[in-house]
């Protein structure tokens, strides 16, 4: 992939994180700050699905746009055709099992094994 | 002013610095003052200089800490009895001031720094108007002195960074009217240790002597690339 289409996936998850997040924030202040992290309220918003959806997609673009400005500043760090390989490649590796991860507790709460 | 200044000349043979005494005057620059010690004090200080006029780029180096020209640089607007030069950052050493410049030139010629006409065989005269012009003449002052490559932060880490000075000049031909190289440049300049390395600390326009702005380049090329400039 060339790195001006990587640059500008880097960007536009940037520019669509800031949104979604400050809807992220607007509703969860909306919910009442305080008691947003309890158990019971984190279950029942990731059952609401429109609301797990908003969240897997923030997980996805945060993770698309924070492993990719790793690599960049590991690419800028050290210098080698081998390093430079491992770094894009671990890079890819960590961002897929960090997304995985993440949706996997939606699915398990969603399939009631939370 | 003082009659005369310290000058603190970094050695690459120590890794010190030599001081020397030197008589000085309100009109001063700090390269005279490194050629009176090379001249009656130590015949050994290693330096490049040619032009005296801030035009051949040769006489780069660090004066206080800031890359600067040596030629162009008054020892009266340093405001400091004391004048420390060291070599350019980001350079390899060759002794003392001077510095070896392959990785510049070779980043220079990489980015095809001539015009390409898009037909060899037509032998008419290539009209420019004055908005023409314009958009690139600024950047056609540049005269490799390699200050901004010395100033940049990214060429301190990553040493394959193609860098401002070539990133400015891939621009100055890319904004020619009578230049058809522009995708070439373009793609030359698009990999991972290409134009998107810079982060704009902007420090490169700050040293530049020749007004050149290598940041603003850089950002008016990144337009061409993201789709904002056809
Ligand atoms: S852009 Fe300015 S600082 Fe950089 S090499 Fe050219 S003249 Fe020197
Ligand atoms: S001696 Fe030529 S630029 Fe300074």
Known sequence: ?114 | MRDTITLRVKRSESGGFDTFEVPVQKWTTVLECILYAKHYMDTSIAVRYSCRQATCGSCGMRINGRPALACFTKVSELDSDTITVEPMSNFPIIRDLAVRFDRLFENHHRIRPYLEPGDADDKREHLQSPAELDRYIQFANCIKCGLCNSACPTMATDTTFVGPQALAQAYRYVADSRDTGKDKRLSIIDDSHGIWRCHFAGSCSQVCPKGVDPAMGIQLLRGYMLGFRG
């Open chain 1, 1 to 114: 992939m060339r790195e001006s289409h990587i640059m500008k996936i880097h960007y536009g998850t940037a520019l669509a994180a800031v949104g979604l997040v400050a809807v992220h924030i607007l509703m969860r202040m909306a919910d009442g700050y305080a008691e947003s992290l309890e158990f019971a309220n984190v279950v029942a918003n990731y059952q609401f699905l429109p609301y797990a959806g908003l969240l897997e997609i923030m997980l996805i673009l945060l993770s698309v746009h924070g492993f990719n400005g790793l690599r960049v500043i590991l690419l800028e760090l050290r210098q080698g055709p081998s390093y430079e390989k491992a770094v894009s490649y671990g890079c890819v590796a960590a961002m897929i099992g960090l997304i995985a991860y993440g949706t996997r507790t939606i699915v398990m709460v969603n399939v009631g094994m939370i």
